[in-house]
Nanobody, 120 residues
């Protein structure tokens, strides 16, 4: 079992910055990757950025060069630094962990989400 708690969302003007945090607890030794997803009203949830247990990162094309995912193993936290925010970045942002189970399967765990609103 893994628990994820996001924070850091809010209202920001276009061009501004926010940093989201995801604090992870539970069976952290079995985490394969942690990612940030977002879901805007009327749209499907989409992957924004992911960082593997080995430190490899991947980003959606729409955020490359603007967002940075990082982690602090000492604090069991993953961060999403969002710069040059655009109106289209408005969404609920979710932290996700992919965890390896004892049965060899992979399981998804989700945080409760944090709202990011970018205004003009």
């Amino acid at each position: 079992q893994v628990q994820l708690v996001e924070s850091g969302g809010g209202l920001v003007q276009a061009g501004g910055s926010l940093r989201l945090s995801c604090v992870v607890s539970g069976s952290t030794n079995y985490i394969i990757a942690i990612g940030w997803y977002r879901q805007a009203p009327g749209k499907q949830r989409e992957l924004v950025a992911v960082i593997s247990s080995g430190g490899t990162t991947n980003y959606a094309e729409s955020v490359k060069g603007r967002f940075t995912i990082s982690r602090d193993n000492n604090k069991n936290a993953v961060y999403l630094q969002m710069n040059s925010l655009k109106l289209d970045d408005t969404a609920v942002y979710y932290c996700n962990a992919v965890v390896s189970g004892d049965d060899g399967n992979e399981y998804d765990y989700w945080g409760q989400g944090t709202q990011v609103t970018v205004s003009s």
